[in-house]
């Protein structure tokens, strides 16, 4: 499985991005996808999931409210949508895939339970 994130970029306090990730897997209908975000000189963090039908969804306590994850499986594209932008949201943003995902009880939510990633975009919030 191959991703490609895209659609980071430079933006003010308040202000919204849409991160799209596209996957090269005819299969991604059937994957748990994530985002998760990485900040200079911290550790890579979980901030939403979708499940494969798109019908569930979950998010890290810190971008509840502000971020909506979707998907299309008619183009095997997963999204991030983020508003009300805060400049603690900048990091370099990551999509992945938990092949796994149907069969947990729980969400995934760490680094090691997702097993493809894409390359990163990063995204840049000034105040």
């Known amino acids: 499985v191959q991703l490609q994130a895209f659609g980071g970029g430079l933006v003010q306090a308040g202000g919204s991005l849409r991160l799209s990730c596209a996957a090269s897997a005819r299969t991604f209908s059937g994957y748990t996808m994530g985002w998760f975000r990485q900040a200079p000189g911290k550790e890579r963090e979980f901030v939403a999931a979708?499940?494969?039908?798109?019908?569930?969804?979950y998010y890290a306590a810190s971008v509840k409210g502000r971020f909506a994850i979707s998907r299309d499986n008619s183009i095997s594209t997963l999204y991030l949508q983020m508003n009300s932008l805060k400049p603690e949201d900048t990091a370099v943003y990551y999509c992945?895939?938990?092949?796994?995902?149907?069969?947990?009880?729980?969400?995934?939510?760490?680094?090691?339970?997702?097993?493809?990633w894409g390359q990163g975009t990063q995204v840049t919030v000034s105040s």
């Open positions: 992945a895939a938990d092949l796994r995902g149907r069969f947990r009880e729980s969400w995934a939510t760490s680094r090691s339970e997702y097993d493809y």
């Open positions: 979708i499940n494969w039908s798109g019908g569930s969804t």
